[in-house]
Protein backbone atom coordinates (compact mmCIF):
# COMPACT_ATOMS: atom_id res chain seq x y z
CA UNK A 1 0.00 0.00 0.00
CA UNK A 2 1.12 3.82 -0.70
CA UNK A 3 0.90 6.60 1.86
CA UNK A 4 -1.56 9.54 0.99
CA UNK A 5 -1.24 13.29 1.82
CA UNK A 6 -4.06 15.94 0.56
CA UNK A 7 -3.06 19.49 0.10
CA UNK A 8 -4.71 22.29 -1.16
CA UNK A 9 -8.21 22.67 0.07
CA UNK A 10 -9.15 25.71 1.30
CA UNK A 11 -12.34 28.32 1.25
CA UNK A 12 -13.40 29.54 -2.25
CA UNK A 13 -16.10 32.08 -3.32
CA UNK A 14 -18.21 30.15 -6.12
CA UNK A 15 -16.99 30.77 -9.54
CA UNK A 16 -13.27 30.29 -8.08
CA UNK A 17 -11.02 27.75 -8.61
CA UNK A 18 -8.53 25.39 -6.64
CA UNK A 19 -5.73 22.76 -7.47
CA UNK A 20 -6.17 19.51 -4.63
CA UNK A 21 -2.84 17.60 -4.61
CA UNK A 22 -2.04 13.97 -3.34
CA UNK A 23 1.41 13.08 -2.47
CA UNK A 24 2.09 9.39 -2.75
CA UNK A 25 5.15 7.55 -0.73
CA UNK A 26 6.89 4.62 -2.05
CA UNK A 27 8.18 4.16 -5.16
CA UNK A 28 6.00 2.22 -7.06
CA UNK A 29 3.34 5.13 -7.65
CA UNK A 30 2.88 4.35 -11.46
CA UNK A 31 1.64 1.40 -10.52
CA UNK A 32 -1.15 2.63 -9.13
CA UNK A 33 -4.70 3.62 -10.59
CA UNK A 34 -5.58 7.04 -8.49
CA UNK A 35 -8.93 8.42 -7.74
CA UNK A 36 -10.70 11.60 -5.97
CA UNK A 37 -13.40 11.28 -4.05
CA UNK A 38 -15.16 13.42 -1.77
CA UNK A 39 -17.83 13.62 1.30
CA UNK A 40 -20.49 16.14 2.49
CA UNK A 41 -21.73 15.88 5.91
CA UNK A 42 -24.49 13.46 6.32
CA UNK A 43 -23.94 12.26 2.40
CA UNK A 44 -22.25 9.03 1.36
CA UNK A 45 -18.70 9.69 -0.54
CA UNK A 46 -18.86 9.55 -3.81
CA UNK A 47 -16.96 9.85 -7.13
CA UNK A 48 -15.39 12.53 -8.48
CA UNK A 49 -12.45 11.52 -10.77
CA UNK A 50 -10.05 8.59 -11.82
CA UNK A 51 -6.90 8.62 -13.79
CA UNK A 52 -5.04 5.32 -15.06
CA UNK A 53 -1.29 4.18 -13.88
CA UNK A 54 -0.24 6.27 -17.32
CA UNK A 55 -2.41 9.26 -17.24
CA UNK A 56 -4.04 8.50 -20.56
CA UNK A 57 -7.18 7.15 -19.28
CA UNK A 58 -9.72 9.84 -17.03
CA UNK A 59 -12.90 9.56 -15.99
CA UNK A 60 -15.45 11.90 -14.27
CA UNK A 61 -18.92 12.41 -12.44
CA UNK A 62 -21.24 14.21 -14.36
CA UNK A 63 -21.62 16.65 -12.14
CA UNK A 64 -18.14 17.79 -12.30
CA UNK A 65 -17.50 16.69 -15.94
CA UNK A 66 -15.52 20.19 -18.07
CA UNK A 67 -14.69 21.85 -14.66
CA UNK A 68 -12.76 19.42 -13.05
CA UNK A 69 -9.57 17.92 -14.49
CA UNK A 70 -7.55 15.18 -13.23
CA UNK A 71 -3.66 14.43 -13.88
CA UNK A 72 -0.61 12.77 -12.23
CA UNK A 73 2.63 13.13 -12.04
CA UNK A 74 4.52 10.03 -11.64
CA UNK A 75 8.34 11.62 -11.44
CA UNK A 76 6.77 13.48 -8.13
CA UNK A 77 4.26 10.77 -7.35
CA UNK A 78 1.83 13.10 -7.16
CA UNK A 79 -1.79 13.10 -8.86
CA UNK A 80 -4.13 16.38 -8.83
CA UNK A 81 -7.28 17.27 -9.63
CA UNK A 82 -8.21 21.09 -11.21
CA UNK A 83 -11.32 22.30 -10.47
CA UNK A 84 -12.98 25.54 -11.81
CA UNK A 85 -16.07 26.80 -12.09
CA UNK A 86 -16.53 25.71 -8.19
CA UNK A 87 -20.29 25.74 -6.62
CA UNK A 88 -21.43 25.54 -3.32
CA UNK A 89 -22.40 22.26 -3.50
CA UNK A 90 -19.01 21.18 -4.43
CA UNK A 91 -18.19 21.60 -0.74
CA UNK A 92 -16.92 18.48 0.65
CA UNK A 93 -14.03 16.64 2.59
CA UNK A 94 -12.12 15.47 -0.81
CA UNK A 95 -9.99 12.10 -0.47
CA UNK A 96 -7.35 10.95 -2.88
CA UNK A 97 -7.25 6.85 -3.33
CA UNK A 98 -4.89 4.28 -5.17
CA UNK A 99 -5.19 1.13 -6.22
CA UNK A 100 -2.45 -0.68 -7.41
CA UNK A 101 -3.18 -1.50 -11.24
CA UNK A 102 -0.80 -2.79 -14.13
CA UNK A 103 -3.80 -3.09 -16.58
CA UNK A 104 -4.19 0.64 -17.59
CA UNK A 105 -7.76 0.85 -15.78
CA UNK A 106 -9.29 3.61 -13.91
CA UNK A 107 -11.75 2.81 -10.93
CA UNK A 108 -14.97 4.44 -10.23
CA UNK A 109 -16.04 2.59 -6.71
CA UNK A 110 -14.79 3.51 -3.88
CA UNK A 111 -14.60 -0.29 -2.92
CA UNK A 112 -12.05 -0.81 -5.70
CA UNK A 113 -9.31 1.68 -3.53
CA UNK A 114 -7.24 -0.25 -0.84
CA UNK A 115 -4.88 2.75 -0.02
CA UNK A 116 -6.80 6.47 1.25
CA UNK A 117 -5.66 9.83 2.62
CA UNK A 118 -7.04 11.65 5.12
CA UNK A 119 -8.82 14.34 3.14
CA UNK A 120 -8.67 17.89 2.84
CA UNK A 121 -11.94 20.30 3.10
CA UNK A 122 -13.00 22.23 0.41
CA UNK A 123 -15.49 25.13 1.40
CA UNK A 124 -17.21 26.99 -1.49
CA UNK A 125 -19.18 30.11 -0.57
CA UNK A 126 -22.00 31.67 -2.50
Known amino acids: QVQLVESGGGLVQAGGSLRLSCAAS????????MGWFRQAPGKEREFVAT????????AYANSVKGRFTISRDNAKNTVYLQMNSLKPEDTAVYHCAARRDYTGSYYISPYEYDSWGQGTQVTVSS
Open 51 to 58: ISWSGSNT
Open 26 to 33: GRTFSSYA
